[in-house]
């Protein structure tokens, strides 16, 4: 908009559903603010970025905690569809997951020669076929 810059903190696409579906990582309990703002990307994202054929966005608050009486006032009357969780930190990574994330090692070592790297944050496991820097 103009000259101003918004970041989300996560934009996915889901390929079945057909909508953008936009992420706010909050290190915080939920706050009845955080719902104006996410109905504002939300609404910037419906008007700027989504495709004819798509579907209206869908936006997800992850918060440390939320007070589900909160959570319902503050959404109660917005038109996008939003919704609010809580997220779960843990020590280890669970048994069942071992294996599918590169160890730390490894994303350093990928990093060092990833090309994407030097541009973003790459997300390309160490086994891919990444163009070499």
């Given amino acids: 908009m103009k000259d101003k810059e918004y970041f989300i903190d996560l934009l996915f696409y889901h390929r079945f559903l057909k909508c953008l ?17 996410m ?20 936006g997800i608050i992850l918060c440390a905690e939320k007070d589900s009486l909160d959570v319902e006032y503050a959404l109660k009357s917005k038109k996008n569809p939003i919704g609010a969780a ?15 994330l590169p ?12 090309v994407h790297c030097s541009l973003s944050s790459c997300l390309i496991r160490p086994q891919s076929d990444c163009r070499k820097g």
Wanted: charged share 35%; glycine share 4%.
């Fill in 21 to 37: 579906v936009a992420f706010d990582l909050k290190v915080t309990g939920f706050k009845p603010e955080y719902a104006g703002k």
């Fill in 39 to 58: 109905d504002f990307y939300l609404n910037l994202l419906n008007d700027k970025e989504k495709a004819p054929n798509d579907n209206s966005s869908i």
């Fill in 86 to 100: 809580e997220y779960q930190l843990r020590k280890k990574l669970p048994a069942e997951m071992k294996g599918m």
């Fill in 103 to 114: 160890s730390p090692q490894e994303f350093e070592n990928h990093q060092k020669r990833c």
